[in-house]
């Protein structure tokens, strides 16, 4: 399944203040810096920063107090890149120390002009700060030489120069994004830095596009602590487009910690990534998707939560970017976790008020049954012992249940860190074909499922002719490691999800005895915004999905494929059915009664459902009618089609 934006149903009035709950065990904060250890030089890899102020800063207080009374402040982990500038502040693209751009009179005494280069060094990354603190040198009086008042638009090439564009998109970021940062609470979180693993950053792609693809790299660099950042790796599945053969590797070549491998022949996502896992040196692996945007301090979460934790799987919040203009509109208030429904797509939830229960505070990791796909981090020992991916899957979709499934069955946790956030292209179309995706689906549903897989298959027909290989090695690493089975997973990890009777005879196709062929058929226009619109009649085409339909013990009729479920209803006086959301007691308008000889009765009104042809047109659609012996009130469920 595809990752979908986040829409967000109205937030729920804000809990209490939880109660303390140790529900595991924790890292103790970092110890505060002795005034001794504050007043030694740093070591390497440390810098003292300029002011006591912590690094990003600025962009919360624009105006710091003045220096002079102020104490020497604690050493920071060195940054890779200059910071983003602050609020507000004009993009100048190439003053700053240890910017891409630099100007060429740096190193050769003539009138050059500004030309585009990257830091030289490739795999040796240097920190900009390593040895000791900087000093206000070379570079920046070399800028005041060529003069402050630089051009907005430089004389760097574009294409030459894709940092221009993200350091642009960045600065815009930062300036209108204070709604959805991370709140306050997290700036104010402390990293023990010196004993949090180091991670491995593996991105995936196949025919990517230039900006979004180097927008990921460059957003890494300039975002991770370069102490945290054992190295980028970026795999190429095999594209052909020719902007990511040597141009990319040209790109790429002048960047510190970045490694491009390439796969020599079409794996999909999931082998790609496993290939990315296979040669990477870092503790932790990091999976980003190949557009991306890491926001500032996305990685330190993560990489805490791991520490403390080495079986928690974590992901981050993911903002959304949009796909035209390329705005980060982020999310603003408490993230969502992931769900899925019973044809095994993914959707987003609130936090449930048990989850909220059990968090610390605000800035605890939330659990989260599933995640949407592509962004999360996971100790490398850790992702071994699961069995990392399941590589009997093609290309892309249904990998990401699949893992979900496994992370907590086998005894890991699932979380979302609500610090840390990385902005994600929402594309309008994958690049790659997503027809394996029902095969991994299936494949997910066979080996951890359990006899909860008939409900998957109730609603999805097709899946059950889909060959989805051999699955032997993945059900026998189940046993291996003594997984827990789905019922488990459901109740305790997931019990918001309604689990659907699916009495025989009681499910499937609705179809209408005198207007055969017809079924009942409901197809919202938008997959989040279930509820509000009439039931219709259509040609049956067993298929499931928009025609599947099951009618409970407690007299509703559902609309169980998609999350929230909806349950078909009649408002007083009218005669058109439509669809409600189901709720713990059936409400009157929304119970039916099947009866034995097919009729379908609506017990608050007292009539029956009869298909009809809609008035001055050649659609039909079922409505409420006085009962009648007719055929047209007689309905009767198809499981399939053959
Ligand atoms: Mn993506």
Partial sequence: PPLRPQTRPPRPPPAPPPPPAPRRARLAPPPPVPAAAARSPCRPGHTR?????????????????????????????????????????????????????????????????????ARAGAGTARPLC????????????SA???????????????????????????ASLSRGSRDF???????????????????????????????????????????SPDILLEEVIL??????????????????????????????????????????????????????????????????????????EESAVVCPVIDVIDWNTFEYLGNSGEPQIGGFNWRLVFTWHTVPERERIQMRSPVDVIRSPTMAGGLFAVSKKYFEYLGSYDTGMEVWGGENLEFSFRIWQCGGTLETHPCSHVGHVFPKQAPYSRNKALANSVRAAEVWMDEFKELYY?????????????????????????????????????????????????????????????????????ENQIVGHQVILYLCHGMGQNQFFEYTSQKEIRYNT?????????????????????????????????????????????????????????????????????????????????
């Fill in 235 to 308: 795999v190429d599945d095999y594209s052909d487009r020719e902007h990511l053969k040597e141009r990319l590797a040209n790109e790429l070549s002048g960047l510190p910690k970045v490694r491009l491998i390439r796969a020599s022949k079409r794996e999909g996502l999931v082998r790609a990534r496993l290939l990315g896992a296979s040669v990477a040196r870092g503790d932790v692996l990091t999976f980003l998707d190949c557009h991306c945007e890491c926001h500032e301090g996305w990685l330190e979460p993560l990489l805490q939560r791991i520490h403390e």
């Fill in 49 to 117: 920063a300029a002011t006591a102020e912590r690094p990003g800063a600025a962009r919360l207080r624009p105006s710091p107090p003045p220096r002079a009374a102020r104490a020497r402040p604690p050493c920071q982990p060195c940054r890779l890149r200059p910071r983003i500038p602050p609020t507000g502040a004009p993009f100048r693209p190439s003053p700053a120390p240890g910017a891409y751009c630099v100007p060429a009179a740096r190193r050769s005494r003539g009138r050059a002009p500004t030309v585009c280069r």
């Fill in 458 to 526: 109730h609603r999805n027909p097709r899946a059950r002719l889909e060959p989805f290989g051999d699955v032997t090695e993945r059900k026998q690493l189940r046993a291996k490691l003594q997984c827990k089975d789905f019922k488990w997973f459901l109740e305790t990890v997931y019990p918001e999800l309604h689990v659907p009777e699916d009495r025989p005879g009681f499910f499937g196709m609705l179809q209408n005895k005198g207007l055969k062929d017809y079924c009942f058929d409901y197809n919202p226009p938008d």
């Fill in 562 to 642: 998609h999350q929230p479920e909806g349950c078909i209803a009649v408002e007083a006086g009218m005669d058109v059915l439509t669809m409600h959301l189901c709720k713990e007691t059936t409400p009157e308008n929304q119970k039916f009664i099947l009866q034995e000889d097919g009729s379908l009765f609506h017990e608050q009104s007292q009539k029956c459902v009869q298909a009809e042809r809609k008035e001055s047109s050649d659609s039909f659609v079922p409505l409420l009618r006085d009962c009648t012996s007719s055929d047209n009130q007689k309905w009767f469920f198809k499981e399939r089609m053959f």
């Fill in 181 to 223: 940062l991370p709140g306050q609470r997290c700036k104010e979180k402390k990293y023990d830095y010196d004993n949090l693993p180091r991670t491995s950053v593996i991105i995936a792609f196949y025919n990517e596009a230039w900006s979004t693809l180097l927008r990921t790299v460059y957003s890494v660099l300039e975002t």
């Fill in 130 to 141: 390593a040895g000791s603190a900087p000093e206000p040198g070379p570079r920046a009086s």
């Fill in 144 to 170: 005041r030489v060529r003069g402050s008042r630089e051009p907005q638009r430089s004389a760097c090439p574009r294409p030459a120069c894709p940092l221009l564009l993200l350091r642009r998109q960045l």
